[in-house]
């Protein structure tokens, strides 16, 4: 029996190994969850909102159809924190580190398993990688439980509470995933501007992407020994179009509720309002408001900025940074008339261009796909839906309200597009269609009239 399973999956693609990976993970993470252990007494939860809030968690999304603070318990916190670890790094992330614990050889298998989980284009030094991505986000979310933990000695009667909740908060804000045990997200903190920048810090590291984290290290070593170093493209443009991105996505949110939300409040708070709106459509899903009070063309403004998502090789999800710049830069350089893009003095991969225009269009297909349905199950508005597809698909679990309420078609819809954000539309495309194959052979070329 042991034998045929093994033989299975050497018989299986990556992608699809990986996904199989993150099923077994969210079946656990039911299971652990609806323990008696886990909530608290007298709560009684469907298994759907077990499982709903299961994948939520290891798709680091943060929509949840209960209220966490008022469902789980101490233990189930912590059970929490463990999936969003799980998520938050990827599975063959802790898998690799669990092999090298026990002295296991790292294989060409688990090699393009780990290439497959965080979206490398080539095998060379992914298990250095790895430890790399572990040591840094480990790092990050001590020194922020440490920081938050302390400064919470404030707002807390015991050190307990303070240090519990400065853990969550940290490992919610590095993993993107927008869960939190106040109840209220970070409301009660919307004039607390240190509180909300630990977070944006916090949620930036998470979302800009690991090779972005362990780029920057390695610039800043080789800078004390005053020895040259060259950011890769991807940094370079992926960091780009992640500041852009926040840049924008402030002003817009500033000028849109200038007239409306800000209205008759002072310019220091319209400003952090704004900038933690749009940073938090990164991928992060927590906010300082309600935003049922934004207007219309904010909430639209914020769902193509989660639509976006996060970068590649992050803990978020979307269409990600890189595509939506390439889609940008393959306009501006056709509209030119250029064949080819060419940018820091490097070109472009065709092959890349190609991944990053399916991407997008599969992704808005699987979107539209999504509204459609739930306009028909559900019986809200369709701004509302909207927003909840665009959530759910960049993992980022920001909501007008409407999560709880759903119906349990509705609630596997956006546990299928939370399911796609995590792993990624090219992972979800192999697991469908299998290895990426080469072509042996070739027909007669010929054209067709376009536009």
């Given at each position: ?8 999956l ?33 709560v ?44 938050g ?5 802790l ?40 040591i ?21 009667d ?140 904010t ?17 978020g ?41 399916v ?5 808005m ?21 909207i ?8 993992t ?54 376009i536009?």
């Amino acid at each position: 029996m042991l034998n045929h399973i093994r033989s299975k999956l050497n018989q299986m693609s990556p992608a699809r190994l990986i996904v199989s990976f993150y099923f077994i993970t969210v079946a656990f993470s039911t299971i652990l969850l609806s323990l008696p252990v886990a909530h608290k007494e007298g709560v009684h939860v469907k298994f759907i909102d077990y499982l709903f809030t299961a994948v939520s968690a290891v798709s680091v999304t943060g929509l949840t159809t209960v209220n966490i603070s008022d469902t789980f318990s101490t233990t189930g916190f912590f059970f929490l924190i463990i999936m969003l670890q799980i998520g938050g790094v990827g599975v063959m992330t802790l898998g690799t580190f669990l092999w090298l614990l026990i002295g296991k050889k790292i294989g060409l298998k688990e090699r393009k398993l780990i290439m497959t989980d965080q979206n490398q284009t080539n095998l060379a030094g992914v298990v250095k990688l790895l430890k790399q991505i572990l040591i840094i986000f480990i790092m990050v979310e001590l020194i922020g439980s440490m920081i938050l933990g302390t400064y919470f000695l404030t707002y807390y009667d015991t050190w307990q509470e303070a240090y519990l909740q400065g853990l969550f908060s940290a490992v919610s804000a590095t993993t993107n995933s927008g869960f939190d045990i106040t109840g209220e997200s970070l409301k009660p903190f919307a004039h607390d501007y240190f509180v909300q920048f630990i977070h944006i810090l916090l949620i930036i590291l998470g979302a800009i992407g690991f090779p972005v984290l362990i780029e920057t290290k390695d610039f800043i070593m080789k800078s004390k020994e005053n020895r040259q170093f060259r950011f890769s493209l991807f940094t370079k443009i992926t960091t780009i179009m992640f500041g852009l991105l926040i840049v924008f996505g402030t002003l817009l949110i500033f000028l849109l509720e200038y007239n409306d939300f800000f209205q008759g409040k002072s310019w220091h708070e319209s400003f952090f309002y704004s900038l933690f709106q749009s940073v938090t459509t990164r991928s992060a899903g927590l906010t300082t408001l309600d935003l049922e009070q934004l207007t219309e063309p904010t909430l639209l403004v914020m769902s193509v900025l989660m639509f976006i998502g996060a970068s590649p090789s992050s803990v978020g999800g979307g269409i990600r940074t890189t595509t939506f710049a390439l889609n940008l830069l393959f306009l501006y350089y056709f509209a030119k008339g250029n064949p080819s893009i060419k940018i820091f003095k490097r070109e472009i991969h065709p092959d890349d261009l190609t991944k990053s225009l399916v991407v997008t269009m599969l992704a808005m297909m699987i979107c539209v796909t999504s509204v459609i349905i739930l306009s028909i199950t559900e019986s809200h508005t369709l701004l509302e839906i909207i927003f909840e597809v665009a959530s759910a698909f960049g993992t980022t679990g920001l909501s007008l309200g409407i999560t709880p309420d759903l119906t349990t078609l509705g609630k596997i819809v956006l546990m299928i597009l939370m399911f796609i954000g995590r792993v990624g539309i090219i992972s979800f495309l192999f697991m469908l269609g299998g290895n990426q194959k080469t072509d042996h052979y070739h027909y007669p070329k010929e054209r067709i009239i376009i536009g």
